[in-house]
C-alpha cells in the first residue's frame, strides 16, 4: 500500500515562505518522479512542480517559476517543495503525487497515481 503524508503548511503573510514535506512509504520511492500539483478555490487541480528519481530533471509551472524550488532525499523517501516570496494567489490546498511508473515523468495529473491527503497554504495580503 502506497501511502504520501504531507507537512508544512499554513498561514503565511505575502513576500513569506514556507517548505512542505511529502514522505512516502509502499514503493521503491527512489526509482519515482514525484510531482506538487495545488487546487485553488473553485479551480481544478493543477501542476505546480516535479522532480525526476535522481534529481535530474525539474519543472515548474510557469506561474510559480524562480519563487518555488523542489527537491528530495533518497535516504528519507521524502519530497521538498521550498516556497518563496508567496503571493496571495498562491492560496490553495497542496499535494504531493507519485508517478505511476519507475523512471519516467511526466506534468500530466493522470500519470500520478498515488496522491497526499493535501495541506493547506493560505497567504494573506
Known amino acids: 500500500q502506497v501511502q504520501l503524508v504531507e507537512s508544512g503548511g499554513g498561514l503565511v503573510q505575502a513576500g513569506g515562505s514556507l517548505r512542505l514535506s511529502c514522505t512516502c512509504s509502499g514503493r521503491t520511492f527512489s526509482t519515482y518522479a514525484m510531482g506538487w500539483f495545488r487546487q485553488r478555490p473553485g479551480t481544478e487541480r493543477e501542476f505546480v512542480a516535479l522532480?525526476?528519481?535522481?534529481?535530474?530533471?525539474?519543472t515548474y509551472a510557469d506561474s510559480v517559476k524562480g519563487r518555488f524550488a523542489v527537491s528530495r532525499d533518497n535516504t528519507k523517501n521524502t519530497v521538498y517543495l521550498e516556497m518563496g516570496n508567496l503571493k496571495p494567489d498562491d492560496t490553495a490546498v497542496y499535494y504531493c503525487?507519485?508517478?505511476?511508473?519507475?523512471?519516467?515523468?511526466?506534468?500530466?495529473?493522470?500519470?500520478?497515481?498515488?496522491w497526499g491527503q493535501g495541506t493547506q497554504v493560505t497567504v494573506s495580503p
Open positions: 522532480i525526476s528519481w535522481n534529481s535530474g530533471s525539474k
Open positions: 503525487a507519485i508517478y505511476h511508473k519507475p523512471y519516467a515523468f511526466s506534468m500530466g495529473r493522470s500519470q500520478y497515481d498515488y
